[in-house]
């Protein structure tokens, strides 16, 4: 007896008939006191071996990555902190140039504002949007993940009245919707699974590289046998410079992004693109 696949509750489509959208996150960050990893850690405290971990990033980690996309034609959407854009303004302009998307991310990575209150929020938003501006050669951001993915109950409408049109604190979809934040149409852009994600898989559980794939590999197979049943789907993959970018994980990632490529129906895109196709369909429906 062969059992027909339950629907999902809303219907999606991609460009071109396209089955399976990738999109690729590089985090690319700074922190004031210490990284996501340390040996021994003192909470408010400065940190100089975990801030050297994050220093990787620009040293040598993004300049990899930067490579490894361009090897397989792929945008990336890069969550940029605003002092690491401040700091390194060359390499922000190098995105733009190369056709990634330069998003916001707060303006260090271990501190959080959405605790300071609706004005200090829309301070920090603002400030960052100056800088990232200011290192793309003109080019505002029009995403934004907040440090840790963690928002607070201002930052969509908040985020929507400095232009930005699409936010990714979300964990709770496959695929990218609308809300009404408050000042119009924005569009949240949900990341379905952990598995994707190098922070997760590879650093905090300091799994061997081989379950990164795995996961993704999983993750894939699942989602692409969906679309080829009538629901297109989407997956993202986060690489944070510091971390992705050593050679540790290299052949895991290549190994994703050759897997993807050898699927019809697949294509890379930037996040800021998959915003506007959905405010597009929200507009016409």
Same mark, same amino acid.
């Given at each position: 007896m062969? =059992?027909k /696949? /339950?629907s999902?509750?809303? @219907?999606?489509? *991609? #460009?071109?008939?396209?089955l399976m ?10 922190? +004031? ?5 340390n040996?021994?850690?003192t909470?408010? &405290? &400065? $940190? %100089? !071996?975990? %801030? ?11 300049? +990899?990555?930067? $490579?490894?996309?361009?090897?397989f034609g792929a &945008?990336a959407?890069?969550?940029?902190n605003?002092?690491a854009?401040?700091?390194h303004?060359?390499?922000? +302009?190098t995105f733009v ?6 998003m916001?991310?707060?303006?260090v990575?271990d501190?959080y504002?959405k605790d300071?209150?609706?004005e200090?929020?829309?301070e920090?938003? =603002?400030r960052c949007?100056q800088?990232?501006?200011e ?8 995403? *934004?993940?907040s #440090?840790g993915?963690?928002?607070s109950?201002?930052?969509?409408r908040?985020?929507k @009245?400095?232009g930005y049109i ?14 009404e934040?408050?000042?119009g ?5 949900? /990341? ?11 650093v905090f559980?300091r ?6 794939w @795995? ?8 989602l692409?046998?969906?679309?080829k049943?009538g629901g297109?789907?989407?997956? $993202?993959?986060? !690489?944070h ?5 050593r050679?540790?994980?290299i052949?895991?990632?290549? +190994?994703? %992004?050759?897997?993807?490529?050898e699927?019809?129906g697949?294509?890379?895109?930037r996040?800021?693109?998959?915003? =506007?196709?959905?405010l $597009? ?5």
């Amino acid at each position: 007896m062969t =059992r027909k /696949r /339950r629907s999902f509750p809303r @219907e999606w489509s *991609w #460009p071109d008939g396209k089955l399976m959208a990738v999109t690729i996150g590089v985090p690319f960050e700074a922190f +004031r006191f210490q990284s996501q990893f340390n040996y021994i850690a003192t909470p408010g &405290k &400065k $940190d %100089l !071996l975990s %801030l050297s971990y994050a220093d990787y990033a620009w040293k040598s980690g993004v300049w +990899r990555l930067l $490579d490894l996309l361009d090897r397989f034609g792929a &945008k990336a959407s890069m969550a940029t902190n605003g002092q690491a854009a401040e700091t390194h303004p060359n390499i922000v +302009r190098t995105f733009v140039e190369e056709g990634h998307e330069v998003m916001g991310h707060g303006w260090v990575n271990d501190v959080y504002i959405k605790d300071a209150g609706e004005e200090a929020e829309r301070e920090e938003i =603002r400030r960052c949007t100056q800088v990232l501006t200011e290192a793309s050669g003109g080019v505002a951001p029009v995403g *934004w993940t907040s #440090p840790g993915s963690t928002g607070s109950d201002h930052t969509i409408r908040l985020l929507k @009245e400095e232009g930005y049109i699409w936010n990714g604190d979300d964990l709770s979809d496959d695929l990218p919707f609308v809300v009404e934040s408050g000042a119009g149409p924005f569009v949240m852009m949900p /990341r379905q699974s952990l598995a994707t994600n190098d922070i997760t898989h590879w650093v905090f559980s300091r799994n061997p590289p081989s379950v990164m794939w @795995e996961g993704f590999k999983d993750t894939f197979d699942a989602l692409y046998a969906e679309a080829k049943e009538g629901g297109a789907r989407s997956i $993202d993959i986060t !690489l944070h410079a510091h971390m992705a970018g050593r050679p540790t994980l290299i052949p895991a990632i290549e +190994r994703m %992004l050759s897997y993807a490529l050898e699927h019809e129906g697949v294509y890379f895109t930037r996040k800021c693109d998959i915003a =506007r196709w959905t405010l $597009d369909k929200h507009a016409a429906a």
